[in-house]
């Protein structure tokens, strides 16, 4: 496991935006698959964008076309926009190496490193 850390949340109204960042040390920028992860109260944690290869970007059906996700060599960016209440939860950050990783890229089973989390509130 390698250290994430996640920053850039907090609270929003609905339409507004953020953007989360995920600083990774060690070899975790040199992971195959990174990740954001999120979790609603009550919910399980659901991937919301994740990246392989620094190249092949893959996003949730909820939030395509309103999420952004880069890769600016250790740091994952994901910039949210039209953010709406349904979007509120905790914000996780992972990483996954190993050249099979591509395979789930958005199922938490795929993950082995993960950031404490950001919290992303939203208002109606």
């Known amino acids: 496991q390698v250290p994430l850390m996640e920053s850039g949340g907090g609270s929003v109204q609905a339409r507004g935006s953020l953007k989360l960042s995920c600083a990774a040390s060690?070899?975790?920028?040199?992971?195959?698959?990174m990740a954001w992860f999120r979790q609603a109260p009550g919910k399980g944690r659901e991937g919301v964008a994740a990246i392989y290869n620094d190249q092949y970007i893959e996003y949730a059906a909820s939030v395509k076309g309103r999420f952004a996700l880069s890769k600016d060599n250790a740091n994952l960016l994901l910039e949210m926009n039209a953010l709406q209440p349904e979007d509120t939860a905790i914000y996780y950050c992972?990483?996954?190496?190993?050249?099979?990783?591509?395979?789930?890229?958005?199922?938490?089973?795929?993950?082995?490193?993960w950031g404490q989390g950001t919290q992303v509130t939203v208002s109606s």
């Open positions: 060690g070899d975790s920028y040199r992971g195959d698959c």
């Open positions: 992972a990483a996954a190496g190993g050249p099979n990783c591509w395979r789930s890229l958005l199922s938490r089973s795929t993950y082995m490193s």
